[in-house]
């Protein structure tokens, strides 16, 4: 791969910028020349991450921006790193947004003073111009991630297997104006823009089979992403008409796995949905997360919903009401003790001795009060389980 350093002023890069609104990007700078988001390059998030204002900010007070790269493809170059610092300073001198000066005023370029305005287009911006074949290209800019907002594995997978196969999957999942992102932002973490979507898409289609990395590669000259596109629909209808209410919890669970393993499987959905308000009201659950996955296995595995045991303030008034009515009755303070073998029939435990136990076990809906809490002998309390 053969480098040159370069020097342009931000006037020539940004020279018949424009920038799409719609698909977030800058698109051309120096004449046409340039190419600011080639297919490799992420969407535009430095508008998200608030960091344009920064940019400009660094231009006026001189500092330096950082290195930039350009990929060099015969006459024509494209941006390898540096497309966020270039969009920002576009969208800054073509009026896209404003900065805050120092008395806090909203500012744009055009209502700068023409020395402000002079200082951010004489800027000089370093930049290093490599050649290369695609793939040495391609695989050098997995290595630097050196912008600012470090670029996620997806965004990586995405450059290093560019192609129609990508652009396909990125028109589908990382298009922000997608209709379907509300419905899989309640089941999925992240942002269109950030791949995420695309991400688990991906990762749910893969699940078991093989890597996310060699099916892209498969599929690299591709622009069909339909069994993408169908297994991901799949699994978040499945998980919308499985349960019926969307609560918090929900988004970012592991649904295709879910999917995988209980699809199968009927529900009564409105039963379920009734089953899952009373563990959402039920202050014994602690991992609310785990409700769905615990209903879904048909209320075996409670150690999804991590139980929570009898506080203190509620069983300890209750050790010393046991105790004393057992001492009176001259029995054990254990009631199981009390049906036991002779030597522990009127043996009194003490508090640290004993452990608070559910009278009708949780797992069988037994209630969560007070009521339902009575002390036992460790050894009995253990004993009992099912709890
Ligand atoms: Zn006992």
Same mark, same amino acid.
């Given at each position: 791969m053969k480098t040159t350093l370069a020097e342009y002023t931000v006037k020539e890069i940004i020279e018949g910028f424009v920038y799409n609104q719609l698909e977030g990007k800058g698109l051309h700078g120096l004449n046409g020349r340039l190419t600011i988001q080639p297919e490799y390059q992420r969407a535009f998030i430095y508008a998200e991450a608030n960091r344009e204002g920064g940019v400009i900010d660094s231009l006026l007070k001189g500092y330096p921006l950082g290195l930039i790269y350009f990929n060099v493809v015969g006459d024509l170059l494209? /941006?390898?790193? $540096?497309? !966020?610092?270039?969009? =920002?300073?576009?969208?800054?001198?073509t009026g896209k947004f404003a900065i805050q000066d120092e008395n806090g005023m909203e500012q744009f370029f055009h209502g700068l003073a023409k020395d402000q305005q002079d200082?951010?287009?004489?800027?000089?911006?370093?930049?290093?111009?490599?050649?290369?074949?695609?793939?040495?290209?391609?695989?050098?800019?997995?290595?630097?991630?050196?912008?600012?907002?470090?670029?996620?594995?997806?965004?990586?997978?995405?450059?290093?297997y560019s192609g129609p196969f990508v652009n396909a999957g990125k028109a589908v999942f990382s298009n922000s104006l997608n209709a379907n992102k509300q419905k899989w932002s309640s089941y999925v973490k992240g942002t269109a823009s950030r791949q995420d979507y695309w991400e688990r898409a991906?990762?749910? /289609?893969?699940? $078991?089979? !093989?890597?996310?990395? =060699?099916?892209?590669?498969?599929?690299?000259?591709s622009a069909d992403i339909t069994e993408v596109k169908t297994y991901f629909e799949t699994v978040i209808d499945w998980a919308s008409s499985t349960f019926l209410t969307i609560e918090d919890e929900m988004c970012g669970l592991e649904w295709g796995r879910l999917y995988e393993t209980y699809h199968a499987?009927?529900?009564n959905v409105t039963d379920l949905d009734a089953r899952v308000r009373e563990l959402y009201g039920d202050p014994f659950v602690k991992n609310r997360r785990g409700i769905f996955e615990f209903m879904l296995g048909g209320e075996q595995d409670y150690k999804l919903l991590d139980v929570r045991v009898f506080d203190v303030s509620v069983s300890r008034p209750i050790y010393e009401k046991q105790t004393a009515e057992a001492k009176a009755a001259g029995k054990s303070n254990c009631p199981l003790c009390v049906m036991g073998p002779l030597n522990n029939q009127t043996k009194i435990w003490k508090f640290d001795e004993m452990d608070a136990d559910h009278v009708t076990a949780w797992t069988k809906h037994g209630g969560t009060d007070p009521s339902n809490c009575q002390m036992l002998c460790k050894t009995h309390n253990r004993s009992k389980g099912n709890r």
């Open positions: 494209e /941006v390898l790193d $540096g497309q !966020q610092r270039i969009t =920002s300073i576009g969208r800054f001198v200082r951010i287009l004489e800027s000089k911006l370093l930049v290093y111009e490599c050649e290369g074949a695609e793939t040495e290209i391609k695989t050098w800019f997995k290595i630097i991630n050196i912008a600012g907002i470090p670029l996620k594995e997806q965004e990586l997978l995405n450059a290093v991906l990762q749910w /289609v893969t699940r $078991g089979k !093989q890597t996310v990395e =060699s099916y892209m590669s498969d599929h690299r000259a499987k009927a529900y």
